[in-house]
Nanobody
């Protein structure tokens, strides 16, 4: 079992920045991919970005590319999502997720059903 706990959400003005953290505990060594998803009211959960736990390759949704960046501190088992140039349409609950199966050796998992561990979510609101 793996436990994920997000932190760092809040209210920010358009154009501002926030950094989300995701602290992982448990049998973390078995995790393959780690991802960020978000869900706005009335909408389906959507992929934001992902990184392989043992590597540095990242993959982002087109809507956040060049504005968001994923990083990780392997010593602390912590994943980060740095969000810059935030827009009102980025408002959502953001979820950290982990997958313990290697679906794609040459790329990263992007579908919610491919991730089997989830955090509780962190609210991000972008508004003036």
């Amino acid at each position: 079992q793996v436990q994920l706990v997000e932190s760092g959400g809040g209210l920010v003005q358009p154009g501002g920045s926030l950094r989300l953290s995701c602290a992982a505990s448990g049998r973390f060594s078995g995790i393959m991919d780690m991802g960020w998803f978000r869900q706005a009211p009335g909408r389906e959960r959507e992929f934001v970005g992902a990184v392989r736990r043992s590597g540095d390759n990242t993959l982002y949704a087109d809507s956040v590319k060049d504005r968001f960046a994923i990083s990780k501190d392997t010593a602390k088992n912590t994943l980060y999502l740095q969000m810059n140039s935030l827009k009102p349409e980025d408002t959502a609950v953001y979820y950290c997720a982990a997958a313990d199966k290697l679906y794609y050796p040459d790329t990263l998992a992007t579908r919610a059903q491919e991730y089997n561990y989830w955090g509780q979510g962190a609210q991000v609101t972008v508004s003036s």
